[in-house]
């Protein structure tokens, strides 16, 4: 079936090449039975140094893409969204008309939190804003599984064959991924200046320099072998069911995570956003889960800080929406390892023709960078010790149509050969305290600390 598949659907990519006259050919077919995971594992051993995989919270969509035919990246803090809108438009006016699917293979990627803030090396490959097409995309939507192949006319040797194997291999029975490794170390980055910093940021807030700011922390681990992305990968998908499962994949470097907060989706003209901030954790026993649930949504410092979050989204909706749509008071979102209050927010009548201009509007919410922003922004420049990166970003998905999901890139790692490194912010505002916040951080990072095989014992 494979070979009969591979040899269908390259007659259709030469057909196109030969026909079209366009710089990119591409043709999508049903391909049933193909586990998202096996297909992820497949990209190294078939020549792509790129791949991404993308699940939302309800697992009703997931794309897995392989290798990059079409890039757009930029490093212009004043004008990456643009940069990226503009490439986006040059990738939809190539590809139409390009043949027989339905629309022009969507673009997957992500933003650096902060384009102003001097990179390291830690982050190569990730740079202010990047998207890419992939050359094989797996989508599965609504119970039916997509294969599109992407290629440019122009260099159909590399590209084709790559395709070719992988086409070759997808259907055949595939191994487990890896086990994951032994842990040798576990190191805190610089934990006495993190709380310093809080202590800080909490005297500045006391004296009205700004409302809330959100400090984060890293926390760096080696493990005996090199980490397989794909076995984390299959371990956040069993062990975090209800959120957006997320990697990206650059040159043997995995930016991957579970991450339960929505930045914002887009679909016509109806637009999406999750408000939330606030947490604590989850309770041992059921009665003293909703006793913990039950101080989070009376607690003062925790409403505090979600209030920034609903205003905030609530007047950017208003400025391109002809109405929104959100409930008077929080609910509660549990999740395996935390708890968090949680305000949806559905704009209608969206005038916003692309996602990622929601995207540049919403970027970063209160919660994940504090109020008011540029003060936020400043403080943690300040004050944070490391370079978040893509971490607390955008990350996510825009299609030839404007259309598309983005989240917000937390519970995340970033893999790089025998390391991952951790990360987990809080907000700080007035009422908080340095200790408890620290701790707070310590249960965010649960979700990756488990994915990786490894005891979060605090």
Known sequence: MAIGFRHHLQQQLHRLAVNAGRPFVSWTEPWEGVDPVSFFMQGPSCGFRERFFWADRTGGTILVGLGSVYAIETEKADSRFDDVEAGRRRWEKEMEPYGAADAPPLLFGGFSFDPYRPGTDMWRGFPAGKLVAPAALLAVRNGKTTLTVTVPTDKRGRDWERVGRLLERISDPMAAPKRLPRLVSDEEEEKERWLAAVREAIASIRAGALDK????????????????AAAVLQR??????FAYIFAFEQDGRCFIGASPEQLVQKEGKMCRSVCLAGSVRRGAAMEEDERLGAWLRADRKNNEEHQFVVQMIGRLFSSVCETVEMPPAPQLLKLPHIQHLCTPV???????RSVLRLVEMMHPTPALGGTPRDR???????????????????IGWVDGEGNGEWAVAIRSALLAGKEAMLFAGCGIVADSDPNSEYEETNVKMAPMLSALGVMNDG
């Open 346 to 352: 559905v704009g209608r009548g969206c005038r916003e």
């Open 236 to 241: 956040l998908r069993e062990q975090q069911p």
């Open 376 to 394: 936020a922004l400043e403080v943690i420049r300040a004050l944070e010790p490391l370079d978040r990166g893509w971490y607390a970003a955008p």
């Open 213 to 228: 700011v959100v400090l984060a922390r890293a926390r760096r681990l080696a493990f005996a072998k090199t980490l397989d």
